[in-house]
Nanobody, 115 residues
Framework: QVQVVESGGGLVQPGGSLRLSCAASESIRSIDVMAWYRQAPGKQRELVASSGGVTIYADSVKGRFTISRDNAKNTVYLQMNSLKPEDTAVYYC???????????WGQGTQVIVSS
């Protein structure tokens, strides 16, 4: 029903920065949860950051990543600074709509941190 599209991934050197964007095709309420997950090769998908009633971060990214959103644009961002090789993964955007119980995922965007 709701299309979710990520963008902004790419190749970056350790210590560099990237900003990921995720746009939803329909209006998102302030109480809806917009989150970023990532999955490295051979590993389980893990929560990176979430924006909803509260803002949370994985311990591994605290102080380096910042999640933000523009509800008017139905868009959530992930600013990633001081990137490390272990941040290499496919990053996925997730939107969970509280009232309609919708759960939507983007196709993912690749982030590679390497010299």
């Amino acid at each position: 029903q709701v299309q979710v599209v990520e963008s902004g991934g790419g190749l970056v050197q350790p210590g560099g920065s990237l900003r990921l964007s995720c746009a939803a095709s329909e209006s998102i309420r302030s109480i809806d949860v917009m989150a970023w997950y990532r999955q490295a090769p051979g590993k389980q998908r893990e929560l990176v950051a979430s924006s909803g009633g509260v803002t949370i971060y994985a311990d591994s990214v605290k102080g380096r990543f910042t999640i933000s959103r523009d509800n008017a644009k139905n868009t959530v961002y992930l600013q990633m600074n001081s990137l490390k090789p272990e941040d290499t993964a496919v990053y996925y955007c997730n939107v969970w709509t509280v009232i309609t119980r919708g759960d939507y995922w983007g196709q993912g965007t690749q982030v590679i941190v390497s010299s």
